[in-house]
């Protein structure tokens, strides 16, 4: 796996929100859900870990938005925890699986990922979240994947065209969508993967290769620490 995306660890990541604008509007819901590797070096979709998360203080709830997403987020029995534990406990099954594939980051995977990667990073800064698995800006896009390998950027036809099941009634749910994202990535990576295969082999040649962990990006810095 390191290999395969040096050094980075793919995590598709879906939220729901209050709104447009990751500076004043409510995150509501987070979604992660890990991309595994077979003997073969197929990608699968792992395990997914979702929260309902509680709008911070003066955050804006668009009415509209809400009517998209059906999230009520005063309703009484939802079990919605502050964005801070959200995040530590999400961020905690993350870092598990990038040392357990001997990465050094997570990288976001999302339909249209840098709405999501937006919500993400300012949720980290909000809530003083030290540890942060993912690269600051750098990430996978499935909408710009599905348009290429599918002809499609509309995550419900891209899910379609590629033969995969599309569920109206689960879609815009933090955990359906970041689900159906990570099934297109495996997807169109699994497609891929005699062109990702050339491609290392020449790489190899060229001297290029030498740690599986090692990166250039000097945005990654040292691994995250247990």
Same mark, same amino acid.
């Given at each position: 796996?390191?290999?395969?995306?040096?050094?980075?660890?793919?995590?598709?990541?879906?939220?729901?929100?209050?709104?447009?604008?990751?500076?004043?509007?409510?995150?509501?819901?987070?979604?992660?859900?890990?991309?595994?590797?077979?003997?073969?070096?197929?990608?699968?979709?792992?395990?997914?870990?979702?929260?309902?998360?509680?709008?911070?203080?003066?955050?804006?709830?668009?009415?509209?938005?809400?009517?998209?997403?059906?999230?009520?987020?005063?309703?009484?029995?939802?079990?919605?925890?502050?964005?801070?534990?959200?995040?530590?406990?999400?961020?905690?099954?993350?870092?598990?699986?990038?040392?357990?594939?001997?990465?050094?980051?997570?990288?976001?995977?999302?339909?249209?990922? %840098?709405?999501? /990667? &937006?919500?993400?990073?300012? @949720?980290?800064?909000?809530? #003083?979240?030290?540890?942060? *698995?993912?690269?600051?800006?750098?990430?996978?896009?499935?909408?710009?994947?599905?348009?290429?390998?599918?002809?499609?950027?509309?995550?419900?036809?891209?899910?379609?065209?590629?033969?995969?099941?599309?569920?109206?009634?689960?879609?815009?749910?933090?955990?359906?969508?970041?689900?159906?994202?990570?099934?297109?990535?495996?997807?169109?990576?699994?497609?891929?993967?005699?062109?990702?295969?050339?491609?290392?082999?020449? %790489?190899?040649? /060229? &001297?290029?290769?030498?740690? @599986?962990?090692?990166?250039? #990006?000097?945005?990654?810095? *040292?691994?995250?620490?247990?």
């Amino acid at each position: 796996m390191a290999r395969r995306f040096r050094g980075y660890l793919p995590v598709a990541i879906d939220v729901e929100t209050g709104g447009f604008h990751c500076a004043t509007d409510a995150l509501l819901e987070i979604a992660a859900v890990l991309i595994d590797m077979d003997a073969d070096g197929m990608l699968t979709r792992g395990a997914t870990h979702t929260f309902h998360v509680k709008p911070f203080e003066g955050g804006r709830l668009d009415p509209v938005s809400l009517a998209v997403t059906g999230i009520d987020p005063h309703h009484p029995l939802r079990p919605a925890l502050p964005e801070r534990d959200a995040l530590q406990r999400v961020f905690r099954e993350i870092r598990h699986a990038v040392r357990a594939y001997s990465c050094r980051r997570a990288i976001l995977v999302g339909h249209n990922a %840098a709405f999501d /990667l &937006g919500f993400l990073n300012a @949720a980290v800064a909000r809530a #003083d979240v030290k540890r942060n *698995p993912f690269h600051p800006f750098s990430c996978f896009d499935t909408a710009t994947l599905a348009g290429a390998a599918l002809g499609q950027t509309v995550l419900a036809k891209a899910a379609r065209v590629a033969g995969l099941e599309w569920d109206a009634s689960n879609a815009h749910s933090a955990r359906y969508d970041a689900e159906l994202s990570a099934d297109i990535f495996c997807l169109v990576c699994n497609r891929l993967r005699e062109s990702h295969v050339a491609a290392d082999l020449q %790489a190899r040649a /060229l &001297g290029w290769v030498s740690d @599986a962990a090692e990166t250039d #990006d000097p945005a990654v810095g *040292p691994p995250p620490s247990p």
